[in-house]
Nanobody, 126 residues
Framework: QVQLVESGGDSVQHGESLTLSCAASGFPFNLRCMGWFRQTPGQGREGVAQIDIGNSTTITESVKGRFTISRDNTKNILYLQMNSLKPDDSGMYYC????????????????????WGQGTQVTVSS
């Protein structure tokens, strides 16, 4: 079955960097649009970044220039490189995959994604 396992979350100081990883299995990773979302208590899941099968990316405005999404199709791993972290970047970060047959990405919005990992916590202190 589809499995997404995130790792790399940590507690860091304002301005530091983190790299999140998502190990994917159970589906053809190289044929799916993949995304990163984040969520804070009481809020919905906010789209952070997504990448399609041609490596075209969409990055949400609040993290442009600081976050980079990438994928390694040989290892079935999705990455999120996060630089210059701010306290507002704190939250639970989730990896997500679009349904089968969707290699291109559409809206960076949670309903477009069908499979989710369990999340990894990022906490940024000021």
């Amino acid at each position: 079955q589809v499995q997404l396992v995130e790792s790399g979350g940590d507690s860091v100081q304002h301005g530091e960097s983190l790299t999140l990883s998502c190990a994917a299995s159970g589906f053809p990773f190289n044929l799916r649009c993949m995304g990163w979302f984040r969520q804070t208590p009481g809020q919905g899941r906010e789209g952070v970044a997504q990448i399609d099968i041609g490596n075209s990316t969409t990055i949400t405005e609040s993290v442009k220039g600081r976050f980079t999404i990438s994928r390694d199709n040989t290892k079935n791993i999705l990455y999120l490189q996060m630089n210059s972290l701010k306290p507002d970047d704190s939250g639970m970060y989730y990896c997500a995959a679009r349904p089968g047959g969707y290699g291109r990405c559409e809206e960076l919005d949670a309903p477009y994604f069908a499979a989710w990992g369990q999340g990894t916590q990022v906490t940024v202190s000021s």
